[in-house]
Antibody, heavy 117, light 110 residues
Framework: QVQLEQSGAEVKKPGASVMLSCKAS????????IHWVRQAPGQGLEWVGI????????TYAQRLQGRVTMTRDASTSTVYMELSSLRSDDTAIYYC??????????WGRGTLVTVSS | QTVVTQEPSFSVSPGGTVTLTCGLS?????????PSWYQQTPGQAPRTLIY???TRSSGVPDRFSGSILGNKAALTITGAQADDESDYYC??????????FGPGTKVTVL
C-alpha cells in the first residue's frame, strides 16, 4: 500500500535551517508529484510547494520563495524539503502528500518543526 | 493577490444537510481550478474527500458530494453524522503549478 514515511521532529533556533524527508513506498516513485503542506499550531493548512520526482522540477509558494528548497533522491524514493532562515512563525507540522492529478491522495503523518531560541 | 474564501464555521444537526463553499476574492471558481476537499480532525493528518470538483476519494461515504454552485465550489454533507465533526479545507489549483488552501470551515454536529 502507498506509504509516505516522514522524518522525526526537529527543534531549531531562529536563523537556522531544517531539512525534512519523506520516503515513499508502495508505488512507482517517479510517477506522482509530491507536495509539502504545513500547519502552524491552531491554524489552517498552507501549501508550501511541489516537486516532480521525475524531473526534479519544483514550484514554491510565493511567500516562501528564496527560503525553501525541495529535492529528491530517486534511488531511495525520498523527497527532501529544506527551509532556511527559520523564524518562529515557521513552527508548524509539515506534511508531505502524494499528488496524482492536481489534488492530494495520500498524506504522511507529518513532522513537527519547532523554532525557538 | 487572490484569496480563497470559506465560511469560518457551520453547525448541523445529526441527520441534517450542510453545504460548505469555497470561493475566490476575485473571480469565480470553475472546474479548471480542480477544486478538492479535505477533512481534518485534531491531531490527525488531512483526509482526502473530493477531487476534481465532484469525484469522491476511495472509501469516502456517498453522503459527501462536491459540486460547483454559482461561482463557488461546494461540499455537501447529506445526513451528517457525529464523526463528521471536523475541519474542512478546500484547495484550488491556480495554474503554473501553484495551489492555494482555503482557511477552512469548522463543522459542528449537534
Amino acid at each position: 500500500q502507498v506509504q509516505l514515511e516522514q522524518s522525526g521532529a526537529e527543534v531549531k533556533k531562529p536563523g537556522a535551517s531544517v531539512m525534512l524527508s519523506c520516503k515513499a513506498s508502495g508505488y512507482t516513485f517517479i510517477s506522482y508529484y509530491i507536495h509539502w503542506v504545513r500547519q502552524a499550531p491552531g491554524q489552517g493548512l498552507e501549501w508550501v510547494g511541489i516537486i516532480n520526482p521525475s524531473g526534479a522540477t519544483t514550484t514554491y509558494a510565493q511567500r516562501l520563495q528564496g527560503r525553501v528548497t525541495m529535492t529528491r533522491d530517486a534511488s531511495t524514493s525520498t523527497v527532501y524539503m529544506e527551509l532556511s532562515s527559520l523564524r518562529s512563525d515557521d513552527t508548524a507540522i509539515y506534511y508531505c502528500a502524494r499528488s496524482p492529478l492536481r489534488h492530494f491522495d495520500h498524506w504522511g503523518r507529518g513532522t513537527l518543526v519547532t523554532v525557538s531560541s | 493577490q487572490t484569496v480563497v474564501t470559506q465560511e469560518p464555521s457551520f453547525s448541523v444537526s445529526p441527520g441534517g444537510t450542510v453545504t460548505l463553499t469555497c470561493g475566490l476574492s476575485s473571480g469565480s471558481v470553475s472546474p479548471s481550478h480542480n477544486p478538492s476537499w479535505y477533512q481534518q480532525t485534531p491531531g490527525q493528518a488531512p483526509r482526502t474527500l473530493i477531487y476534481n470538483t465532484n469525484t469522491r476519494s476511495s472509501g469516502v461515504p456517498d453522503r459527501f458530494s462536491g459540486s460547483i454552485l454559482g461561482n463557488k465550489a461546494a461540499l455537501t454533507i447529506t445526513g451528517a453524522q457525529a464523526d463528521d465533526e471536523s475541519d474542512y479545507y478546500c484547495v484550488l489549483y491556480m495554474g503554473s503549478a501553484l495551489y492555494v488552501f482555503g482557511p477552512g470551515t469548522k463543522v459542528t454536529v449537534l
